[in-house]
């Protein structure tokens, strides 16, 4: 059975039990899905997020979901985009590992990803899909208990380049077999 799905649409409408935010590491805010996701949750998200004290490139820290409609929202910097030699790969992975393993501590078994650092931060789209798609395919063959991953893209090249990293990961884990 599949359990990571590639979607198009707007993350804060996602009826999952967790979602995550590209946010930076001040976690108060800004544009982008991180904007959007405050401005859906209302105004109590951002009066908790400034108690968390901020939050390190590629760790998380969890929150409360307010007014959005899933139950927690995992909130993550991504790697800033610096050509690719300041560990941002490692960081980005880490982003998608780290969101994972905070929302199965938290109980939950349905998690919605954007396309983190792929806006402002300027992280190339496909080797990001193909890091974000090896990385929680990772996670899921060891955590059966994860029901569904989806990564919602907001835009269609976006959508395309999550699709085909989706569909070379598989393949190349037939070819495997
Ligand atoms: N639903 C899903 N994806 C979205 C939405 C949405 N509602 N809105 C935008 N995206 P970005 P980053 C897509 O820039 O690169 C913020 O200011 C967007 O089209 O939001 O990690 C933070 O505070 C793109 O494909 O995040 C940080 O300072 C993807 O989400 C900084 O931007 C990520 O773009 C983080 O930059």
């Not at 396309?115 to 955590?143: E, M, W």
């Not at 994860?146 to 393949?171: G, K, N, P, W």
Request: charged residues 15%; aromatic residues 6%.
């Amino acid at each position: 059975m599949q359990r990571l799905h590639i979607t198009l649409g707007d993350i804060t409408h996602c009826t999952t039990d967790a979602i995550v935010n590209a946010a930076n590491t001040s976690l108060l805010g800004g544009g982008g899905v991180d904007g959007a996701i405050h401005r859906a949750a209302g105004p109590a998200l951002l009066e908790e997020c400034r108690k968390l004290g901020g939050c390190p490139t590629g760790q998380v820290k969890a929150t409360q979901a307010y007014r959005l409609p899933c139950r927690f929202g995992i909130h993550t910097p991504g790697p800033i985009w610096h050509g690719g030699t300041a560990n941002e790969d490692t960081l980005l992975s880490d982003c998608y590992r780290n969101s994972l393993i905070a929302a199965a501590a938290l109980g939950c078994r349905t998690v919605a990803f954007p396309s983190i650092s792929t806006g402002v931060y300027r992280f190339p789209v496909h080797r990001a899909a193909n890091i974000a798609v090896s990385t929680i395919r990772s996670y899921l063959r060891t955590h059966p208990e994860m029901q569904q991953v989806t990564i919602v893209c907001f835009d269609q090249t976006t959508f395309s380049a999550y699709q085909t990293a989706l569909s070379e990961s598989e393949y190349n884990d037939a070819e495997k077999r």
